[in-house]
Structure formats: structure tokens, C-alpha cells
């Protein structure tokens, strides 16, 4: 019997194993092959979605556009091509019935064809998004939509998600080994055969298909070198060490704001939401997205009222400065944070006072307004490096993905080799877009997996 080895039960490896039982039964040829899914921990599958979205599971997002993803046109292809094997045309044909409301407050009300803001209602997703919505319907998930296109389970718990991907991995036919930690893959001698698998217990596994699932920090622990070469992953999608002078004075606080990541002048990267100062730098939602760009040195220029172009900000800040003259009378001085009370918090304004060089013991001058208006619009600060690896969320770096074709995941000079997940060299900002590709890069490298096991003639007699 033929063996489909999947490394790794987390997003990928579940929806691989998920979509390659079901492919083989589909050919008729559940009895030729063996789907065995090896997983390091010692005792469940999927851990790693749990912690996901603060433990909600922000599983996918509505609005799918490859452009979000690092190495676009390899995300593009390999998407298009599950669309095409999951048979979704252009503009889906899939309507999935597990969404509930597209609005932010997630009505509980069924509302049929998926209806996306921005979009016509008679659309449903598109290529990108449908075979992903169409394998959480069938497995029975219900979700809602939130801000941003953000999807969540329609329980509001991580747990559903697993659930429901454990339940179709039992239907699946795949056997589950635990605390089976792949150290090395080798390619089988020849080309011809089955690749043997090298597990940190010292025992081996042999098998003729193999998809690597192992996530981004898994990737380089898993010596490749003899199949496939694989770049040192770092940590992104996470908080940013800065200049700490000004932000450990604002330690937990969050502000709404737009935020520019600057280098040597010119614009990298623009982000707009919550940001949360740390006392090492800065954290939040916009920064983890920014951190995919930032480079030691750069600048982050936070601009706290980023609605009001600044000719409005400097008019708003001399009618605040005159209407509080106006009360105090002649004898009266304004105090600058007096200014900007209401505007923002007490301790907010007090920083942005020192960094604008105001001098609380002087009368607030013309040139003082102007300065407090810049720091306003663009409090700048120097990004020392990406913050808490623990806290990143993604990893960039890990297999090639010039070494693996799209249309099937297939590693391009090691046949019968696949892989998925962040194991690639694929991430993307927050908002379910890394578990998109997760899933979607599973069950195309699944699909392909069990395809090939069926459609090969003569392989596992060479070794
Ligand atoms: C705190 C946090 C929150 C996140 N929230 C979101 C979110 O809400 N939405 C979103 O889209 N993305 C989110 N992400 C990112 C998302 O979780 C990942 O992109 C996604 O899980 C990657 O899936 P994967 O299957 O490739 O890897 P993983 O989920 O990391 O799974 C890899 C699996 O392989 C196993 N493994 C590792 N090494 C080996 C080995 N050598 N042998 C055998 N098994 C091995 C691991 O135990 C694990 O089960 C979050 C990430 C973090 C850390």
C-alpha cells in the first residue's frame, strides 16, 4: 500500500490530510493508499489554531486579493488553481451557506448568498475566497463576518474551527501519530521510491508522497538540504522595539491613529487603527502589519488625528488656544495640554507637549502651536527591530517558492515532494489571511498528493 505522509496537524497539514482522504475516495482509491498524519505534540492536532485570533479564530477574510501576500503571483496561481480543481468560476459558483451576516455586528440572521460591502449583491465570493468557504460549509462551520472582512466562527470560539476539521480528519481515513518531530526528509535514491522521513525519536518512516505542513517556525528545524533548499526563517508580524524614551511614558496606552513607516524620507508602508504603546516600543494591529516591512532604522511617524489635514489641525489648535484665552482673560496662561483636553488622554498630550519642546513655564507662542500641531500629525520614532519573536504571528523565510510549482504545490525537482502552510515563504497581514493560505495551500498540496499516489505507476519499488 501507497503512503501519503502529512508533516504537521496544524492549518495546513489538517486541511491536506482533510482533502487527500477525500480525493481518494473520490478516485476509489481509499484502499490503494495510506494517509498517516505524523505531529509533533505529544497529544493533539491543531493546537496552533487555537491561540489564533485571541483564541476566536479569525479563519479568513471575505476580501481575498493575492496582492496582500508576499510572492503575489506564486498566492495568485496556486489559489486560481484550487479554484479550478474545487470547480469555482470566476465570481464563485459556491455559495457557501455557512455565512451569516456580512455586517459588523455579526446578525444572527442567515441572509443566503454571501453579500460582501462593496460588492454587488448578486456576487458571491470570489475565486480567491470560494473553495475555502465552500470546505468550511460542507464541513459544517457557520461564520460571521466583521470588520474588515474579517471572518470568525459563528461561535465566537477557536475550538469550533478544530471541531470541525478533527471531525472530517477522523472521517478522513488518516491515521494520527503523535510526538513524531520530522528532523530530516531525504529524497528517494534514484528519484524512484519513497523518501524516508528521519524523526527526532530516531525512528524512520518511509513514504511515497510526502506534504510538508510544518509551519513557520517548524520549517527550519527540518533538515531539507538533500531535497530542497530552505532559507533561515525570522519572526513578522509583530511588535516593533523602538526608541523607548517616549513610549515608556505611555506604557498600555492605546490611541487610534494613522501610522507611516519612513525610510530615508520616502513613504514604505501606511497603516491606519489601534496602536498600543509598550515601554520597548510599540505593539497593535497596525504594527504587526507594518513590522512585515520594517527595517532597523526606519522611522515610524504616528500622526494622532489622522482625519484632519494639518492646515485644519494648526486653524483647530489657534482656535483652541484663543477660546481659552478669551476665558483665563489677561493674567490667565495656557497651559499647552489645556489645549488638547478632550482630544486626547491627559498623558498623551503631556508627551506630545515635551517632544513638541514646549516650555510649560512660558506663555503658549505661535511657534509653539505650530510645533505641537507637527508632533500631532507625526510623532516620529526609530525602529530598533521587530519586538517579542513569541508574539509574532507569522514567519517569513522557510521553502522557496520558486523550488514548488502553484498549480500543484509539487516541489519542482523532488517529485512527490509538497508542501503548505507557512512553511512556504508566504505571509500576509493580519485580518485571516495567513490561515486563508494555509487552508487553501492544504487542500490544493492534499489534493494533488493523493492524485499523484493514485496516477503513479511503479514508484515504491525502488527502495
Ligand atoms: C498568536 C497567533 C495568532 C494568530 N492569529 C491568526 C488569525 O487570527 N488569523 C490568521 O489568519 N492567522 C493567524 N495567525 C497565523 C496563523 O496561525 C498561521 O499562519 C497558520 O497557523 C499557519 O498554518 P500552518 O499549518 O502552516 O502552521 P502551524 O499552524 O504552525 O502548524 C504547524 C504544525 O506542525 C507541527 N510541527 C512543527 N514542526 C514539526 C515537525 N518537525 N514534525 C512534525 N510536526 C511538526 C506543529 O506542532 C503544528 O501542529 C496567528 C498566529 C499566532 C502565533
Same mark, same amino acid.
Request: glycine fraction near 12%.
Given at each position: ?9 496544524? *492549518? ?10 477525500? %480525493? ?7 484502499? +490503494? ?6 505531529? *509533533?505534540?505529544? %497529544? ?21 486579493? =493575492? ?10 496561481? @496556486? ?14 459558483? /459556491?455559495?457557501?451557506?455557512? /455565512? ?14 454571501? +453579500? ?9 465570493? $470570489? ?28 461561535? !465566537? ?30 529524497? =528517494? ?17 518511509? #513514504? ?42 505611555? !506604557? ?19 497603516? +491606519? ?45 489657534? #482656535? ?5 484665552? /478669551?476665558?483665563?482673560?489677561? !493674567?490667565?496662561?495656557? *497651559? ?36 505641537? $500641531? ?20 507569522? $514567519? ?9 510549482? =502553484? ?15 507557512? #512553511? ?9 489571511? !495567513? ?9 490544493? @498540496? ?6 499523484? #499516489?493514485? $496516477? ?6 525502488? %527502495?
Amino acid at each position: 500500500m501507497k503512503k501519503i505522509a502529512i508533516i504537521g496537524g496544524g *492549518a495546513a497539514g489538517l486541511a491536506a490530510a482533510i482533502a487527500a482522504g477525500n %480525493e481518494l475516495a473520490r478516485l476509489g482509491a481509499a484502499d +490503494e493508499c495510506e494517509i498517516v498524519l505524523f505531529e *509533533a505534540d505529544p %497529544e493533539r492536532v491543531g493546537r496552533s489554531i487555537l491561540a489564533t485570533g485571541n483564541g476566536r479564530c479569525n479563519f479568513s477574510n471575505a476580501h481575498i486579493d =493575492p496582492a496582500c501576500y508576499r510572492n503575489t503571483d506564486f498566492v495568485e496561481a @496556486a489559489l486560481r488553481s484550487l479554484a479550478r480543481l474545487s470547480g469555482v468560476s470566476e465570481w464563485g459558483s /459556491a455559495q457557501p451557506v455557512g /455565512a451569516y451576516g456580512a455586517s459588523a455586528q455579526g446578525s444572527a440572521q442567515p441572509v443566503g448568498a454571501f +453579500e460582501a460591502p462593496g460588492r454587488e449583491s448578486t456576487q458571491s465570493a $470570489s475565486v480567491f475566497e470560494a473553495p475555502v468557504q465552500r470546505f468550511f460549509s460542507d464541513l459544517g462551520l457557520m461564520w460571521r463576518e466583521e470588520g474588515e472582512g474579517r471572518m470568525y466562527p459563528a461561535a !465566537n470560539k477557536a475550538s469550533s474551527v478544530l471541531d470541525v476539521l478533527r471531525a472530517a480528519l477522523d472521517v478522513s481515513g488518516a491515521r494520527v501519530e503523535f510526538r513524531k518531530a520530522l528532523r530530516a526528509i531525504e529524497a =528517494p535514491a534514484r528519484g524512484k521510491g519513497r523518501f524516508h522521513l528521519r524523526f527526532s525519536d530516531g525512528t524512520i518512516a518511509h #513514504a511515497e508522497k510526502v506534504v510538508l505542513a510544518v509551519g513557520g517556525r517548524g520549517v527550519s528545524a527540518v533538515d531539507t538540504s538533500s531535497v530542497i533548499p530552505c532559507e533561515l526563517t525570522r519572526p513578522v508580524l509583530g511588535p516593533l522595539v523602538t526608541d523607548s524614551r517616549i513610549t515608556r511614558q505611555l !506604557n498600555n496606552i492605546r490611541v487610534k491613529c494613522a501610522v507611516s513607516l519612513e525610510r530615508s524620507g520616502s513613504l514604505v508602508a501606511r497603516e +491606519e487603527g489601534e496602536l498600543l504603546f509598550r515601554d520597548y516600543g510599540v505593539s497593535g494591529v497596525c504594527v504587526f502589519n507594518l513590522s512585515r516591512f520594517a527595517c532597523e532604522g526606519d522611522v515610524l511617524s504616528i500622526d494622532f488625528l489622522p482625519h484632519m489635514p494639518s492646515a485644519d489641525r494648526d486653524a483647530w489648535l489657534f #482656535a483652541r488656544r484663543k477660546h481659552l484665552s /478669551a476665558r483665563l482673560g489677561e !493674567n490667565g496662561q495656557i *497651559a499647552a495640554e489645556d489645549v488638547l483636553r478632550g482630544a486626547m488622554l491627559p498623558q498623551v498630550a503631556q508627551v506630545l507637549c515635551k517632544c513638541a519642546g514646549i516650555d510649560p513655564a512660558r506663555p503658549l507662542s505661535k511657534k509653539d502651536v505650530l510645533a505641537l $500641531s507637527r508632533v500631532i500629525g507625526g510623532l516620529r520614532l526609530t525602529v530598533r527591530g521587530i519586538g517579542d519573536a513569541k508574539q509574532c504571528q507569522v $514567519s517569513r523565510g522557510g521553502l522557496s517558492i520558486a523550488a514548488f510549482d =502553484p498549480q500543484t504545490m509539487e516541489a519542482v525537482r523532488a517529485s512527490g515532494l509538497f508542501a503548505a502552510g507557512e #512553511a512556504l515563504d508566504v505571509d500576509a497581514p493580519c485580518g485571516g489571511y !495567513n490561515l486563508h493560505w494555509a487552508w487553501s495551500s492544504g487542500l490544493l @498540496a492534499g489534493v494533488s498528493a493523493a492524485r499523484s #499516489a493514485v $496516477s503513479a505507476d511503479g514508484e515504491g519499488e525502488g %527502495e
